[in-house]
């Protein structure tokens, strides 16, 4: 079993919240220190309020537009921006300080995020193995999509809840579909889940394969909070849900 990460609630007090600060701090990227990579109008810097102990977090301003988002980027700057995710998580995964590297996002005022600027979090950890705490089971569930460089399903063991879904990149596929799928993905939570969706999250994992899950946000299960009992839905809507993401809106032809 892994200890549990320390969250520093000092430095955790003192980081800015959209809502409470004046100007948000990455609409002034001259203002930014401790830059690592700039592309473009991406940047990879480290993250001024390091709030987990034994970690190096950094993160990836993702375009100079503040209402801008996954869910909104046209075709280039979506493949741009998962590319150079996936890239600068690859260069920290090579890094021999860590023991595993996670790399997420978030969206919406229920997905624990704490900026509205686009951004994506890239965190080493020093000592944890997150994928103890992962099986490769949480990754499978009937497919609605599949093309030359990935597959999606729902999953038939969440790690937590509820239409979570899951995009595994093929060994050799290449990013840009992988990149599409999640995108549509993410307007599908938006706009079309069977509970109503105002946030999301994107968690990357590494085990053999890449994988990446899309968490619709809402309300956390009771059962979940207090015994890990996890739930899916009953066939009946799960069948609709997947008919809706079959359809010409989403996924088909
Ligand atoms: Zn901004």
Redesign the pocket.
């Known amino acids: 079993m892994n200890h549990p990460v320390i969250f520093n609630i000092s430095i955790g007090s003192q980081k800015p919240h959209s809502g409470k600060q004046p100007v948000?701090p990455?609409?002034q990227p001259e203002s930014l220190t401790n830059i690592l990579e700039q592309r473009e109008d991406m940047i990879w810097l480290m993250n001024k309020y390091p709030v987990f102990a034994e970690t190096e977090p950094t993160l990836i301003i993702e375009t100079a537009e503040?209402n801008s988002g996954l869910s909104r980027y046209a075709k280039k700057k979506l493949h741009d921006v998962i590319s150079f995710g996936l890239e600068k998580w690859d260069v920290m995964e090579h890094d021999k300080r860590f023991k595993s590297v996670i790399y997420f996002r978030n969206f919406g005022p229920n997905s624990g995020g704490s900026q509205r600027?686009p951004h994506s979090q890239i965190i080493g950890l020093r000592d944890y193995d997150y994928r103890d705490n992962i099986d490769k089971e949480n990754f499978l569930g009937p497919i609605f999509h599949e093309d030359e460089n990935c597959y999606a399903s729902l999953s038939s063991y969440p790690i937590c809840g509820m239409g979570e879904l899951n995009v595994t990149l093929k060994s050799s596929g290449k990013p840009d579909t992988f990149a599409d799928t999640i995108q549509t993905i993410a307007r599908f939570i938006l706009h079309d889940f069977p509970i109503p969706c105002t946030s999301y999250n994107l968690f990357f994992y590494h085990l053999r394969r890449i994988h990446v899950k899309i968490f619709p946000r809402y309300t956390a299960s009771p059962l979940y909070m207090g015994y890990r009992i996890t739930h899916v839905m009953d066939s009946d809507s799960e069948q609709h849900m997947m008919n809706i993401l079959k359809s010409n809106k989403y996924f088909g032809d």
């Open positions: 948000c990455f609409c503040h600027h």
